[in-house]
């Protein structure tokens, strides 16, 4: 397994935005697919987004299509997942994780961060 961290969460109220971040150490996130799953409480994982190597080709869930956006920061050798207009139901700990393909499907990928929490409410 690869080592993943991600950072960025926190407390929000509805309608709010955050940017998560997801960083490797010792290889370049360039070189993998990387998804965006999350999981809220009492709920299975999903796939919200990820993005594919080397044409960057982005995939989104239907629920959060036009308000997350995910992208390379290749100088920091990170992806980002820029969400905007937080509702309830997106809390949740959100992972990153380093594959090969760039699906919402966990089995796609090997190498998962230990996750950062993200609450929404008013």
């Known amino acids: 397994q690869l080592p993943l961290v991600e950072s960025g969460g926190g407390l929000v109220q509805p309608g709010g935005s955050l940017r998560l971040s997801c960083e490797a150490s010792g290889f370049t996130l360039d070189h993998y697919a990387i998804g965006w799953f999350r999981q809220a409480p009492g709920k299975e994982r999903e796939g919200v987004s990820c993005i594919s190597t080397p044409d960057d080709v982005t995939r989104y869930a239907d629920s959060v299509k036009g308000r997350f956006t995910i992208s390379r920061d290749s100088a920091k050798n990170m992806v980002l997942l820029q969400i905007n207009n937080l509702k309830p139901e997106d809390t949740a700990v959100f992972y990153c994780?380093?594959?090969?393909?760039?699906?919402?499907?966990?089995?796609?990928?090997?190498?998962w961060g230990p996750g950062t929490e993200i609450s929404v409410s008013s």
């Open positions: 994780a380093a594959g090969f393909y760039c699906s919402l499907q966990e089995r796609s990928f090997t190498s």
